[in-house]
T-cell receptor, first 114, second 118 residues
């Protein structure tokens, strides 16, 4: 299984600021995904991070609010912009390698917006 | 319509007993994958088991097995010999092609909170 790390593990931020979350995978992967888990809820896909091109966003998520970068096959960032208390969630990155069925998650970033 | 349905918000089981967590799914695509994840209070998502739609045998991983009934569109997780450390949220998920993008991504159920009692 790929080892996925995320930074920061948690943060407390002020309303109106932005936070960039980093996701590092220990080997090259085809696909990287970003998910959000609001308190007491299930996971919702934000976007698929594509290497060398723009991310593909799910309905209800826009690039201006959640810009994503993926400069290479092992690294991606998600920025939560102009934060409000409603953005308080766990943000998780996930990867999938070509030829493998399993899909793994990073440890998550627990974000609290005051 | 819900793609993944978990009808048990919470379950209790005695230590060393077996427990079944229910999951039903809805898809018209013949090629899909079914997953179970464990989420302890720390928040991490731990991959437990995978079942492909074309797999003839039920998947097993140690104490975890997946009871796959394709005609019923169910993919229940069976945990044998429950341990106190099994207390967590459990999520069922399905990977299928998205209608709009064609990309395969996971869709999650609402989860079941399992509590193992000594």
């Amino acid at each position: 299984s790929a080892v996925i790390s995320q930074k920061p593990s948690r943060d407390i931020c002020q309303r109106g600021t932005s936070l960039t979350i980093q996701c590092q995978v220990d080997s090259q992967v085809t696909m990287m995904f970003w998910y959000r888990q609001q308190p007491g809820q299930s996971l919702t896909l934000i976007a698929t991070a594509n290497q060398g091109s723009e991310a593909t966003y799910e309905s209800g998520f826009v690039i201006d609010k959640f810009p994503i970068s993926r400069p290479n096959l092992t690294f991606s960032t998600l920025t939560v912009s102009n934060m409000s208390p409603e953005d308080s969630s766990i943000y998780l990155c996930s990867d999938k390698k070509a030829g493998y069925n399993e899909q793994f998650f990073g440890p998550g970033t627990r974000l609290t917006v005051l | 319509a819900q793609k993944i349905t978990q009808t048990q918000p919470g379950m209790f089981v005695q230590e060393k007993e077996a427990v079944t967590l229910d999951c039903t799914y809805d898809t018209s695509d013949p090629s899909y994958g079914l997953f179970w994840y464990k989420q302890p209070s720390s928040g991490e998502m731990i991959f437990l088991i995978y079942q492909g739609s074309y797999d003839q045998q039920n998947a097993t991983e140690g104490r975890y097995s997946l009871n796959f009934q394709k005609a019923r569109k169910s993919a229940n997780l069976v945990i044998s010999a429950s341990q106190l450390g099994d207390s967590a949220m459990y999520f069922c998920a399905m990977r299928e092609p998205r209608l709009d993008t064609g990309r395969r991504a996971l869709t999650f159920g609402s989860g079941t909170r399992l509590q193992v009692q000594p």
